[in-house]
Nanobody, 124 residues
Framework: QVQLVESGGGLVQPGGSLRLSCAAS????????MGWHRQAPGKQRELVAV???????NYADSVKGRFTISRDNAENTVYLQMNSLKPEDTAVYYC??????????????????WGQGTQVTVSS
């Protein structure tokens, strides 16, 4: 069983900062891409940032220059440092990870796992 547990959300004023964390645990063989998505009320879920196992990153245009994604492979954890937050960043933030698990002798399978979500509210 694999779980992703997020933390770090909350209420912050415009221009403020928050750091989200997401730790993966369980019977993990390896982790490929890890990422953050968000979903605002009445809107579709959108990709915020993604980081490969080698450290390559991609960001949504709306967060470039303000958000930084990073990961600690030894701790199976991905982070999202969010600076210069704007009211339009308000959303539930979800982490996800492509994780390979061992399902039997000589059998490895990759699944896409998601966290439960953490609320980020940017308001004065």
């Amino acid at each position: 069983q694999v779980q992703l547990v997020e933390s770090g959300g909350g209420l912050v004023q415009p221009g403020g900062s928050l750091r989200l964390s997401c730790a993966a645990s369980g019977s993990i063989s390896s982790i490929n891409d890890m990422g953050w998505h968000r979903q605002a009320p009445g809107k579709q879920r959108e990709l915020v940032a993604v980081i490969s196992s080698g450290g390559s990153t991609n960001y949504a245009d709306s967060v470039k220059g303000r958000f930084t994604i990073s990961r600690d492979n030894a701790e199976n954890t991905v982070y999202l440092q969010m600076n210069s937050l704007k009211p339009e960043d308000t959303a539930v933030y979800y982490c996800n990870a492509d994780i390979t698990v061992v399902e039997g002798p000589h059998r490895w399978v990759e699944y896409d796992y998601w966290g439960q979500g953490t609320q980020v509210t940017v308001s004065s």
